[in-house]
Nanobody
Framework: VQLQASGGGLVQAGGSLGLSCAASGLTFGDYDMGWFRQAPGKEREFVAG????????YYADSVKGRFTISRDNAKTAVYLQMNSLKVEDTAVYYC???????????WGQGTQVTVSS
């Protein structure tokens, strides 16, 4: 399984940014996909995920209402649209995959998101 994240960058607080993650080496429909992030000096934390078997998506409280996760099964890709960005959203963002019914165990290389004040 390979996950390639892209789309990070520098944005001002209040702005928007979209991340993409291309997945390969897996039967995409058999996997739940998610996004995590790790800020300097902090543990990696869950941001957003989807169990598309039943159409459900879920978010960390800190991003609810601002971030949207989506996926394109035809392109085997997952996306994270981030709006109303805050300085505290600054982190390396990782996409992750979990074979349905298991924990996230496949990780992309990470993409840096920096939000300036």
């Amino acid at each position: 399984v390979q996950l390639q994240a892209s789309g990070g960058g520098l944005v001002q607080a209040g702005g928007s940014l979209g991340l993409s993650c291309a997945a390969s080496g897996l039967t995409f429909g058999d996997y739940d996909m998610g996004w995590f992030r790790q800020a300097p000096g902090k543990e990696r934390e869950f941001v957003a995920g989807g169990s598309w078997a039943d159409g459900s998506t879920y978010y960390a409280d800190s991003v609810k209402g601002r971030f949207t996760i989506s996926r394109d099964n035809a392109k085997t890709a997952v996306y994270l649209q981030m709006n109303s960005l805050k300085v505290e959203d600054t982190a390396v963002y990782y996409c992750a995959a979990a074979r349905r019914g298991t924990n996230y165990s496949y990780w992309g290389q990470g993409t840096q998101v920096t939000v300036s004040s």
